[in-house]
C-alpha cells in the first residue's frame, strides 16, 4: 500500500558527512509531517528531527547546528543532512511520514526499514 524506502547510511569518520534519503511511494493522497528517528544499541528510539509540509523544522538539542532536515513534496521524500558527525551519533535511523492514503480516511504513521549510521572515532 505505502513503502517508504532509506537510503544514503554508512560508514564514516569523526567530523564527516552524510545524507539520508527517504522517498515515500504507494496509493498517497497527501503526506503530513516527514521526520527521521534514530536508535542506539540498548537505547529507546528518539526523535532526531521533523518537518511540516510547510517545511517548518525541529531538531533534538543534540543534533542542532549539525543536521538539517528537507522534504521535496513533489517526490514525497525527506533527506537528513548529517554533518560534523560524532560517534555517538551512530545508531540506526528511521524515516517517519504521517501519510494519508487511498483507502483510509485519515492520516496514519508509516516507518522505513531502517538504515545503519556508523561513526569511527
Known amino acids: 500500500q505505502v513503502q517508504l524506502v532509506e537510503s544514503g547510511g554508512g560508514l564514516v569518520q569523526t567530523g564527516g558527512s552524510l545524507r539520508l534519503s527517504c522517498a515515500a511511494s504507494?496509493?498517497?493522497?497527501?503526506?503530513?509531517?516527514m521526520g527521521w528517528y534514530r536508535q542506539a544499541p540498548g537505547k529507546q528510539r528518539e526523535l532526531v528531527a521533523g518537518i511540516t509540509s510547510a517545511g517548518s523544522t525541529n531538531y533534538a538539542d543534540s543534533v542542532k547546528g549539525r543536521f538539517t532536515i528537507s522534504r521535496d513534496n513533489a517526490k514525497n521524500t525527506v533527506f537528513l543532512q548529517m554533518s560534523s558527525l560524532k560517534p555517538e551519533d551512530t545508531a540506526v535511523y528511521y524515516c517517519?511520514?504521517?501519510?494519508?492514503?487511498?483507502?483510509?480516511?485519515?492520516?496514519?504513521?508509516?516507518w522505513g526499514q531502517g538504515a545503519q549510521v556508523t561513526v569511527s572515532s
Open positions: 504507494g496509493s498517497i493522497v497527501s503526506v503530513s509531517d
Open positions: 517517519n511520514a504521517r501519510i494519508l492514503t487511498t483507502t483510509a480516511g485519515w492520516f496514519n504513521d508509516y
